[in-house]
């Protein structure tokens, strides 16, 4: 347990003999004991911190004070859209109407829930271009898994078995050749060019008859758009192979292109990204995955239709590829998108696009001074610095050289959540911005003015930078320590 001082967090609260009220004991039945079985029932004392409620309340608060979060603060997280959560959502989610449902209600008795569902899927399927979406996956990397299963089962109900490797570029997602293992594929690097694009000339002789398909981002991890998808998705068709979009970018495409267009099979969205619902912390998430016409059967089960004479039904195939999760996936989530989209609009759908892209390049287009820019020129959602330029003290030939890490935890003094550092792994000092369309350009101006303070104290002061974060309730940690030699038990 941890309290604050003057300032100064105290980890450890806990006094002897001091404790909260009790309840009476149970004089009306059995307690809770008599429940558990023996077996289960704890045999040693269990030793728990000593302290008043007070001194719980407040230690709870504290430490929730140092939560930081979209609603807190400017989250300029690369790669992950850390897009403003409207509170319309959570209300419309919240209503009785849907709270109190359960998923084993009789599909006649949860009309309104399917045809909620249902809108969502036609709809995500007419901005991605796709024929057919599920909803069912928890995640974006559930999603990622759902979706090369769905290529699986392609090939396997063709009894093209030895299709067994995937391409996945070398600037991809770490979820892309995680899921892809998952699954049982092989992974098959592709190289990128200097300009950060996929090398077409390195992809030709990757393909043959084993491959089974290949994973992209678009824009890519850069924030680059991928010019050459088109001939991409040919070469990959024509040996045989399916085209695997990962959504994690969609965001700056919304309304402008979509990617079945572009030759894309298969496909996921994040809903904690693209459609503003909750994101981090490990869930609720959630991880559509559409298909494009042809490959609909193998969508997994549970699946919600529309019949002929309008009403809703649930249903399950014996041509997908089975269930990968309880019921039809995380409804509170989906209807939080629902809300969001709701909201926007067809008709300003696109805005959001255009604007995460002008926002990025303007930080880009100021900061490029102070920064180094590897691949300089229009980018879309985001982009990635190589740490401070030389003359700002990110020489890598000087030992004593301002990191990307010096540079992140510094931010933090300015009260700024950092952007993602040391991805992707194609720069040495990556620095990774993404600013999304919910910023407005005072708060942009307020996050730019900050980078190029701590570029300047960086030449001029830079044990300052060096030594951050100087005002965070914890200083810096030993980063392997923690890992090797975590604590999760208190009085260990």
Do not use: W
């Not at 996929?198 to 043959?208: H, S």
């Not at 805005?351 to 303007?362: D, E, I, Q």
């Amino acid at each position: 347990m941890n309290k604050v001082f003057y300032g100064k967090l105290i980890f450890e609260c806990s006094s002897t003999g001091r404790r909260g009220y009790d309840l009476p004991e149970n004089t009306f039945g059995k307690s809770l004991n008599d429940f558990i079985p023996a077996t289960l029932q704890r045999q040693a004392t269990l030793v728990l911190p000593e302290a008043d409620e007070q001194t719980v309340a407040r230690h709870y608060t504290n430490m929730s004070n140092n939560n930081f979060g979209v609603d807190t603060g400017f989250y300029p997280l690369g790669s992950c859209t850390m897009k403003y959560n409207p509170k319309i959502n959570e209300e419309v989610a919240a209503h009785p109407a849907f709270t109190a449902l359960h998923p084993a209600q009789p599909a006649e008795t949860v009309q309104g829930a399917l045809h909620l569902y249902d809108e969502v899927q036609r709809t995500l399927a007419e901005i991605a271009g796709m024929s057919a979406f599920t909803l069912n996956p928890y995640a974006g990397a559930h999603g990622e898994l759902t979706g090369l299963m769905v290529i699986r089962s392609y090939h396997m109900s063709r009894g093209d078995e030895k299709r067994t490797k995937i391409i996945v570029p070398d600037s991809a997602h770490g979820t892309n050749p995680a899921s892809a293992a998952v699954c049982g594929l092989q992974i098959v690097e592709v190289k990128s060019t200097p300009e950060g694009t996929i090398d077409v000339e390195a992809l030709k002789p990757l393909l043959n008859d084993e491959v089974a398909g290949m994973m992209m981002t678009n824009p890519n991890t850069l924030g680059i758009f991928e010019t050459k998808i088109p001939e991409i998705a040919r070469l990959v068709h024509e040996c045989g192979g399916l085209m695997y979009y990962d959504g994690a970018n969609l965001n700056p495409m919304l309304g402008v292109c979509r990617p079945g267009d572009m030759g894309f099979d298969v496909m996921h969205i994040n809903l904690h990204k693209t459609f503003s619902t909750p994101h981090g912390g490990g869930g609720p998430g959630s991880g559509p995955v559409g298909v494009r016409k042809g490959l609909e059967q193998f969508l997994p089960n549970p699946r919600v239709r529309k019949n002929d004479d309008g009403t809703y039904g649930v249903s399950s195939e014996p041509t997908a590829l089975g269930s990968v999760s309880s019921f039809l996936g995380n409804y509170g989530i989906i209807i939080r998108a629902y809300a969001y989209l709701l909201s926007i609009g067809g008709d300003i759908l696109p805005m959001v696009g255009k604007l995460s892209v002008l926002n990025a390049n303007y930080v880009k287009e100021i900061l490029k001074e102070y920064y180094q820019l590897p691949i300089d020129g229009l980018c879309k959602h985001e982009f990635v610095f190589d740490g401070l330029r030389p003359e700002f003290g990110g020489d890598h030939h000087d030992e004593s050289h301002v990191t990307t890490l010096d540079v992140a935890k510094r931010i933090l003094d300015y009260g700024f959540h950092a952007p993602t550092i040391y991805f992707p792994l194609l720069f040495h000092e990556a620095l990774m911005i993404e600013p999304t369309e919910t910023e407005s350009k005072d708060t942009l101006d307020s996050f730019i003015e900050v980078l190029k303070n701590i570029a300047i104290e960086a030449r001029d002061e830079r044990d300052k930078v060096k030594n951050a974060p100087l005002t965070t309730p914890v200083r810096r940690n030993d980063d392997v320590k923690a890992v090797k030699d975590a604590i999760f038990v208190y009085n260990a």
